[in-house]
């Protein structure tokens, strides 16, 4: 059954913690993306990857950091800098190219402050 | 202002109604438009992809007007199960490495009553 997987669905932090989101795909796609989502805001870019071994920072990257090693698996981390972590963290990977290229999306990571 | 701009809602509808939806763009170099619909605490899911002038699929229409910056859903037959939150999502080249930029809508929020 093909997909992008999120683990855990639920995620609490203590302060100065860092903690690592889950994120994998069966479908064979090359790039992958982190967003997060907050309360009446659109999705912002966090990190993204075009292929294994390279990786870019997004619109908000302060305070994450992530690693490709493998195609199929893009770890998100949140770092004790991240001054504000709590949100609905999704996950994504892309198909096609150019302007045809569609992202979907991984059922996400709710993450907690304690 | 923002580079997508969406009403928010909630638009409450009986059911069997037919329902517009507007989201507006700022960035002319825009090449493709996505609909995504958003149910309560999960993830995006593709609803409709724009690249020309409409698309169509079943009971959903999407229209698009580049030289207006506009781009609209409408719903026909409304259903319960169409309550949800519709994301205009706006994408154009222009990610380090390559690859699309997707920028968000806030989303609108639909409610279909009995």
């Known amino acids: 059954d093909g997909g992008i997987t999120q683990s855990p669905k639920y995620l609490f932090r203590k302060e100065g913690q860092n903690v690592t989101l889950s994120c994998e795909q069966n479908?064979?796609?090359?790039?992958m993306y982190w967003y997060r989502q907050d309360p009446g805001q659109g999705l912002r870019l966090i990190y993204y990857s075009q292929i294994v071994n390279d990786f870019q920072k997004g619109d908000i990257a302060e305070g994450y950091s992530v690693s490709r090693e493998k195609k199929e698996s893009f770890p998100l981390t949140v770092t004790s800098a991240q001054k504000n972590p709590t949100a609905f963290y999704l996950c994504?990977?892309?198909?096609?190219?150019?302007?045809?290229?569609?992202?979907?999306f991984g059922p996400g990571t709710r993450l907690l402050v304690l | 202002r923002k580079e997508v701009e969406q009403d928010p809602g909630p638009f409450n509808v009986p059911e069997g109604a037919t329902v517009a939806f507007n989201c507006t763009y700022s960035?002319?170099?825009?090449?493709?438009f996505f609909w995504y619909r958003q149910d309560c605490r999960k993830e995006p899911k593709l609803l409709m992809s724009v690249y020309s002038s409409g698309n169509e699929d079943g009971r959903f229409t999407a229209q698009l007007n580049r030289a207006s910056q506009y781009i609209s859903l409408l719903i026909r037959d409304s259903k319960l199960s169409d309550s949800a939150t519709y994301l205009c999502v706006v994408s154009r080249w222009g990610l380090t490495g390559g690859g699309n930029k997707l920028t968000f809508g806030t989303g609108t929020q639909l409610k279909v009553e009995l």
């Open positions: 479908l064979n796609h090359d790039a």
């Open positions: 994504a990977s892309s198909i096609g190219s150019g302007f045809r290229e569609t992202q979907y």
């Open positions: 960035n002319s170099a825009s090449q493709s």
